[in-house]
T-cell receptor, first 113, second 116 residues
């Protein structure tokens, strides 16, 4: 099936540093979404991207929909302790006639104060 | 933003018993809800798509007779794990799509199931 390859799998950074993670695929997607999941919680939508080349910000977060429609990245600037968690990219894939959300493997972010 | 709730947030049951998990969209109507399973340190895996008023669509490898899904109204879907076994222990998460907001999909807080 269509897969999203997310990297890096984990990051260990100092508070205040910028963070960058990305997702790539061999398939073309029309929508890219970025979620954050805290331990024991469901994912929370951070940013949704609908157009190739689109660059969208949400506070300290910035995400871009790759021009080839096969990739997306998420940047977090000036990281703070509450940014700790697992970040997932996701994209809608047409599978057997239905739009289904597929997820990347996740990037686990750890911040040293 | 759209809110999705799940109940219970955690449950412990004995092997062989059945457990029902509820998923509700609190401030919007969802004709489609989704059920995911997440094992520790892994990503979310779609189990089934729940359609209001019709049968659920299950992903390959998911036993429909074991994971019973009912979507009786536009705001409620239930997942029943029948004859649970320890290997069914997992984090179950539902989500709902708000059709008025394009393709944005909102997730519930999850239900931690432990089968002893």
């Amino acid at each position: 099936g269509q897969q999203l390859n997310q990297s890096p799998q984990s990051m260990f950074i100092q508070e205040g540093e910028d963070v960058s993670m990305n997702c790539t695929s061999s398939s073309i997607f029309n929508t890219w979404l970025w979620y954050k999941q805290d331990p024991g919680e469901g994912p929370v939508l951070l940013i949704a991207l609908y157009k190739a080349g689109e660059l969208t910000s949400n506070g300290r977060l910035t995400a871009q929909f790759g021009i080839t429609r096969k990739d997306s990245f998420l940047n977090i600037s000036a990281s703070i302790p509450s940014d700790v968690g697992i970040y997932f990219c996701a994209a809608y894939s047409l599978i057997q006639g239905a739009q289904k959300l597929v997820f990347g493997q996740g990037t686990r972010l750890t911040i040293n104060p | 933003g759209a809110v999705v709730s799940q109940h219970p947030s955690w449950v412990i049951c004995k092997s062989g018993t059945s457990v029902k998990i509820e998923c509700r969209s609190l401030d919007f109507q969802a004709t489609t809800m989704f059920w995911y399973r997440q094992f520790p340190k892994q990503s979310l895996m779609l189990m089934a798509t729940s359609n209001e008023g019709s049968k659920a669509t299950y992903e390959q490898g998911v036993e429909k007779d074991k994971f019973l899904i009912n979507h009786a109204s536009l705001t409620l879907s239930t997942l029943t794990v029948t004859s649970a076994h320890p290997e069914d222990s997992s984090f179950y998460i539902c989500s709902a799509r708000d059709l008025t907001e394009s393709y944005e999909q909102y997730f519930g807080p999850g239900t931690r199931l432990t089968v002893t």
